[in-house]
């Protein structure tokens, strides 16, 4: 304090403490722009990671699951899954689910994904809110119930302008998510969705080469026998195991009926050699019209007639069938009844499917064509044989 007034000491100190102050403050706002710079970082590393993953052709499936893991280092959820929707089946197939690190994944109904947000997610905005029970089911909401979580962050999965999916995010409480956690989850949506378009492309490419190899495989086989048994059996069992079919049915045209001349799976055990006229079922339809049909609910189409269309103990709910054409005329129609995927659940058939069906009736009607024809001139021989054997 020598040579210094008491109010000269004092206001050095106070100058001080606010240079200290503005450089606490300086080093408050590095660190925080360093946190924002090393969150920029880890959101980069996130999104690419998710490309490398497209580019290495994995599975729509792991890239969901891929995602979930690594959103984990950058959004506090407890809870989260990714899944794509099929409008036209109103299903959801849920690629990944990660809780506590379980991870599954199923086909549901799109309800278990809030059908009330759904206005949102096709404006391509995200839906912050709880789940109801009646838009969830009373299992998943007793399963979030039991988890802690009541807030569910969803996004949309876009290509271009169409909604493909959603991701969603769980949390105890909607305060959990932050602006910019939301922020986060559109960037990984985005990227996602991306990413599962091209999975998809890839896969539907590879698939569309597999079937054009069954298709050749199926013609070679059909066109391989000339009895008219062992023909409908390979046309039935090549198109059940191509469609992934529960049950495929053969109906030839005897006189004004139908009349099932071949059928394999569940319950058509009794099938063969009913008589059903042209008026009844989808297929009778097909008969009439000379059209294929494709009944996406069975069961709620006027067409339908179980007598036709349904096995015992089967409940049809999708129904594919085509005219077997050959030489522009008719001689029956081919029928598959319900679309079994992989994890054993019902499907519906799609167009593709459809044209695939149309792709086999072709060979097949001329292989039919081909084996009638062929019995009757085994028969017109041994009529022949016998006329020249009797004696005079």
């Given at each position: 304090?020598?040579?210094?007034?008491?109010?000269?000491?004092?206001?050095?100190?106070?100058?001080?403490?606010?240079?200290?102050?503005?450089?606490?403050?300086?080093?408050?706002?590095?660190?925080?722009?360093?946190?924002?710079?090393?969150?920029?970082?880890?959101?980069?590393?996130?999104?690419?990671?998710?490309?490398?993953?497209?580019?290495?052709?994995?599975?729509?499936?792991?890239?969901?699951?891929?995602?979930?893991?690594?959103?984990?280092?950058?959004?506090?959820?407890?809870?989260?899954?990714?899944?794509?929707?099929?409008?036209?089946?109103?299903?959801?197939?849920?690629?990944?689910?990660?809780?506590?690190?379980?991870?599954?994944?199923?086909?549901?109904?799109?309800?278990?994904?809030?059908?009330?947000?759904?206005?949102?997610?096709?404006?391509?905005k995200a839906a912050l809110g709880g789940g109801s029970e009646a838009s969830l089911g009373p299992k998943v909401a007793r399963v979030l119930q039991a988890e802690g979580v009541s807030s569910c962050l969803s996004v949309p999965l876009a290509a271009g302008s169409a909604l493909i999916g959603v991701i969603n995010v769980w949390a105890p409480d909607c305060g959990d998510f932050e602006p910019e956690h939301i922020e986060v989850i559109?960037?990984?949506?985005?990227?996602?969705?991306?990413?599962?378009?091209?999975?998809?492309?890839?896969?539907?490419?590879?698939?569309?080469?597999?079937?054009?190899?069954?298709?050749?495989?199926?013609?070679?086989?059909?066109?391989?026998?000339?009895?008219?048994?062992?023909?409908?059996?390979?046309?039935?069992?090549?198109?059940?195991?191509?469609?992934?079919?529960?049950?495929?049915?053969?109906?030839?045209?005897?006189?004004?009926?139908?009349?099932?001349?071949?059928?394999?799976?569940?319950?058509?055990?009794?099938?063969?050699?009913?008589?059903?006229?042209?008026?009844?079922?989808?297929?009778?339809?097909?008969?009439?019209?000379?059209?294929?049909?494709?009944?996406?609910?069975?069961?709620?189409?006027?067409?339908?007639?179980?007598?036709?269309?349904?096995?015992?103990?089967?409940?049809?709910?999708?129904?594919?069938?085509?005219?077997?054409?050959?030489?522009?005329?008719?001689?029956?129609?081919?029928?598959?009844?319900?679309?079994?995927?992989?994890?054993?659940?019902?499907?519906?058939?799609?167009?593709?499917?459809?044209?695939?069906?149309?792709?086999?009736?072709?060979?097949?009607?001329?292989?039919?064509?081909?084996?009638?024809?062929?019995?009757?001139?085994?028969?017109?021989?041994?009529?022949?044989?016998?006329?020249?054997?009797?004696?005079?």
């Amino acid at each position: 304090m020598k040579g210094k007034t008491r109010r000269e000491f004092f206001d050095e100190v106070s100058a001080v403490r606010e240079r200290l102050a503005a450089l606490e403050a300086s080093e408050a706002e590095r660190q925080r722009e360093v946190a924002t710079l090393r969150r920029d970082v880890e959101r980069l590393q996130v999104l690419c990671e998710i490309g490398e993953a497209a580019l290495s052709e994995q599975s729509p499936e792991a890239i969901a699951r891929l995602a979930l893991e690594r959103v984990k280092r950058l959004v506090p959820y407890q809870r989260a899954s990714v899944a794509l929707f099929d409008f036209e089946a109103y299903q959801a197939r849920v690629l990944a689910v990660e809780t506590e690190g379980a991870v599954a994944a199923t086909t549901r109904t799109l309800e278990s994904f809030g059908v009330e947000r759904a206005p949102s997610l096709e404006k391509g905005k995200a839906a912050l809110g709880g789940g109801s029970e009646a838009s969830l089911g009373p299992k998943v909401a007793r399963v979030l119930q039991a988890e802690g979580v009541s807030s569910c962050l969803s996004v949309p999965l876009a290509a271009g302008s169409a909604l493909i999916g959603v991701i969603n995010v769980w949390a105890p409480d909607c305060g959990d998510f932050e602006p910019e956690h939301i922020e986060v989850i559109h960037e990984v949506a985005g990227a996602l969705a991306k990413a599962i378009q091209q999975a998809g492309s890839r896969e539907q490419l590879q698939r569309h080469a597999r079937e054009l190899v069954a298709l050749y495989n199926a013609a070679q086989a059909m066109v391989a026998h000339l009895d008219l048994p062992s023909v409908l059996k390979t046309v039935i069992a090549e198109t059940k195991a191509l469609l992934e079919a529960e049950v495929a049915t053969v109906l030839l045209q005897s006189g004004d009926e139908l009349v099932f001349e071949a059928a394999v799976g569940y319950g058509t055990e009794a099938l063969v050699g009913r008589r059903v006229p042209f008026s009844a079922g989808i297929a009778g339809w097909v008969m009439r019209e000379k059209r294929p049909a494709r009944v996406i609910d069975a069961q709620q189409d006027p067409r339908f007639d179980a007598q036709v269309d349904q096995t015992p103990g089967l409940i049809a709910r999708s129904v594919l069938a085509v005219p077997l054409i050959a030489n522009d005329i008719i001689s029956g129609v081919i029928e598959v009844i319900n679309k079994v995927k992989p994890d054993g659940q019902i499907s519906v058939f799609y167009e593709q499917d459809l044209e695939i069906l149309m792709a086999m009736a072709g060979p097949a009607a001329v292989a039919i064509e081909n084996a009638r024809l062929y019995q009757a001139k085994i028969k017109q021989y041994e009529r022949l044989r016998l006329r020249l054997s009797r004696p005079g």
